[in-house]
């Protein structure tokens, strides 16, 4: 079977002719439909995860497919799945048939797509854990998101408002406001000179770009409210006023998904039911499964919208 290869860190993955894995206890055989090219992946891919995987290996730590052989589905049950050592300890997601572990296994119903059944779970989980469990969203609240336009701050404007909350989303430029779910308010704020007008206010900021930009949506947020920490794609660092800070008292609070995901599963099925009936919705980008390594620089494109995926091969 094709397989896209990772033989040295940082190049560009190559197509392998590998064999089709067989069937372990607690594992499903699952051909794969769709997979997704995420930051972790990239992470993995450049060498910089605290515990890699052994050189060559196949990335990918989420998918979807059909189920081939299993103890747990009947053969040609639609799934979704993500983690359990995919793409980290064992070979993941980017290749023709991947042997899942049957806990991070799931059905995909069949009203969402292998493309969307893919691609849902960080974003969608991440947004709802980073404003539920993390946030503790209240209906009045009046929500900021850093990175509106993106594929996690989408979901996040998304989720707030159908919540009840008052949402206020910051994006890059003008033509990316266009992408906001209708009911947001936007906000044009430039990432290289990140200010906000001084009338922002809000009671959650749910940030997903970090550095700068993150500097400059914390002033906004009110004294007692809270600042939730998803992202860092604008920078990994942050300054700030001490002073100001303490005074202001906003506790800032990160989004861990590795230690919160059990409540992400939890939230998945509510999540697949919105996605299938068309009140939330995820912007997907794909590509082939050999033109993974133009996906992974994709990632790091300004302005890319979505989540990368993997779909099909040449030939």
Known sequence: MKAMQVRAWGQAPETA????????????????????VGHLDRTIWRGQFLDPPDLPYVPGIEGSGIVEQSSRF???TRVWFRGGGLGTKTDGSWREYCLVPDPVLDVLPEAVSFETGAGFFSPCTSAWVALHDVGHLAPQDHVLVTG???????IVCQLALAAGAKVTGI?????????LAEGVRPIVVARDAPRLPDTVRADLLIDTVGGAMLAAALPAVVPGGRAVLVGYVGGSALSL??????????????????????????AAPLLLGQLARGSLQVRLHGFRFDEAGVALEWLESPGHRGRALLVGWDG
């Open 17 to 36: 002719s590998v064999p089709v894995p067989g069937l372990l206890d607690g594992h499903s055989l699952v051909r794969v439909m769709a997979a997704t």
């Open 74 to 76: 009947p053969a040609g």
């Open 148 to 154: 509106a336009a993106g594929a996690a701050g989408s």
């Open 171 to 179: 994006v890059g430029a003008a033509a990316r406001a266009a992408d």
């Open 241 to 266: 006023d001490l002073v100001q800070f303490i005074q202001r008292d906003v506790p800032l609070l990160p989004l861990n998904m590795l230690r919160r995901e059990a409540a992400g599963r939890a």
